[in-house]
């Protein structure tokens, strides 16, 4: 009888896809995959390391399974992922109760690791980082309607808050025909909404070609039958050229949609952050953005309480934040991070007084939104159904202008019965916080 293997995947959509290829391989060798981890053989918790709270999150969880372990409910406990990467022996000498911690170069060879497990072998490795593959088969994890695609890992941005450079290594694509080969996978198997995902998407392709290639790419997507909708997230503001925005305005199965984390806008700040560009670039930007697409749906992420942030560069911010009028947005708290440029700097900002930032930053985002979405009153959107919700007996899901996991939900009623991935009309007649309610028509 073949053990059972469960897998419980943190933090991010790129962490995700590392959690699907695992599963495809270990399934490929025989081993039996559970939804239930809790009732499994041996537990792999894929971590994410990039902020305090995230680490807190896989620590608990890497624990919570050990003490499955002790219990005798479970065989065993695999540790791979960010925070693996990041502290490496640390975490084998911290959580002895586990039986392997490994490197993100380590999951191309997880069959192998998994056997010696199984065996009683204990194991602490962590091969070159790079090693990690960007291609390979995937077991979706994702609602079977859409799916994440990776077109690059790692990073060479080097951010002054941020480890990622470092747990993930340098930047680098996958070749515009994987990429394209993978998609066509996708779509074969069900999957209508690609999002594009990377460090950096609007970087894809520098280091393969010299220059980036993400206007060609997604062209070349574009052309797969059968896909519905094609999304681009995490664009880098000074990045964003005439071409791309060119090409995103004219294929029809590209969303409106644009992710693009600016993190602040004070010249000073951002200059101490390692970001390039200023307030008037953003700015820009953000109008050409505006002028070729009008429809175009901005998100963004902020960081409040950022090392040497005086109370009237936060106040920048926030009135960026009311000119600017951004569909979607997200703002953190800054978390200091060991290793990290950011973590030297002095003074540092009071963590309530970072979180306090961040929540009045939330509080005008809420407003906005508000008013945007009461300008959706009597409109006509296009929404893909996720689900039913028997509580509120309606259906749920999302329209072009929502990303999935981050952003709102729509809300509807219809007559006739609504299957899973199907894409109707609903017209809006109310609003809730964030989300929209309507009727399919």
Not at 171 to 179: K, L
Not at 301 to 308: A, R, V
Not at 382 to 402: I, L, N, P, S
């Amino acid at each position: 009888m073949a053990l059972k293997i469960g897998m419980v995947s943190l933090g991010c959509s790129k962490n995700q896809i590392d959690a699907e290829r695992i599963l495809f391989k270990l399934k490929k060798a025989g081993y039996e995959l559970s939804d239930d981890a809790g009732l499994c053989d041996i537990v792999i918790v894929n971590t994410c390391g990039f902020i305090q709270s995230a680490k807190e999150e896989a620590i608990e969880t890497i624990l919570e399974f050990c003490t499955l372990k002790k219990e005798g409910r479970i065989k065993a406990v695999v540790i791979t992922g960010c925070l693996a990467e990041r502290y490496k022996e640390e975490v084998s000498e911290l959580i002895s109760e586990a039986d392997a911690v490994i490197g993100i170069g380590c999951n191309e060879d997880i069959v192998e690791i998994i056997n010696k497990v199984a065996e009683g072998e204990k194991i602490s490795r962590f091969d070159e980082k790079e090693k990690l593959s960007l291609t390979g088969g995937r077991i979706i994890s994702t609602l079977p309607f859409f799916a994440y695609l990776k077109v690059a890992e790692g990073c060479d941005n080097c951010c002054s808050y941020c480890a990622i450079p470092s747990i993930r290594g340098r930047f680098r694509s996958n070749p515009i025909e994987e990429v394209v080969k993978e998609a066509k996978y996708l779509v074969d198997n069900g999957v209508r909404e690609i999002n594009l995902i990377a460090q950096d998407t609007t970087r894809y392709g520098e280091d393969l070609y010299g220059e980036s290639k993400l206007p060609e790419l997604l062209t070349e997507l574009c052309k797969i039958e059968n896909l519905r909708w094609l999304r681009v997230l995490y664009c880098y503001p000074e990045r964003i050229t005439d071409k791309l925005l060119d090409v995103m305005a004219k294929e029809e199965k590209i969303v409106k949609y644009l992710d693009i984390p600016i993190q602040h806008c004070n010249d000073d700040i951002l200059k101490k952050m390692n970001r390039k560009g200023d307030k008037k670039s953003l700015t820009e930007t953000i109008a050409r953005i505006r002028e070729k697409m009008p429809d175009c749906v901005l998100r963004t992420t902020l960081i409040t309480g950022f090392p040497t942030e005086t109370k009237e560069q936060f106040e920048e911010l926030a009135e960026f934040v009311k000119e600017m009028q951004f569909d979607r947005l997200g703002c953190f708290p800054y978390s200091e991070e060991e290793g990290t440029k950011a973590a030297l700097m002095t003074p540092q900002v009071d963590e309530e007084e970072r979180q306090h930032r961040a929540d009045i930053i939330m509080e005008m985002q809420n407003v906005i939104s508000e008013q945007k979405n009461n300008k959706m009153m009597g409109k006509v959107v296009e929404a893909v159904v996720e689900g039913f919700d028997r509580w509120a007996e309606c259906y749920f899901g999302r329209t072009k202008a929502d990303a999935p996991d981050i952003d709102g939900k729509i809300f509807f009623s219809s007559e006739e019965k609504l299957a899973m991935g199907q894409f109707v009309k609903v017209r809006i007649d109310d609003t809730m916080d964030y989300d929209l309610i309507g009727e399919v028509i």
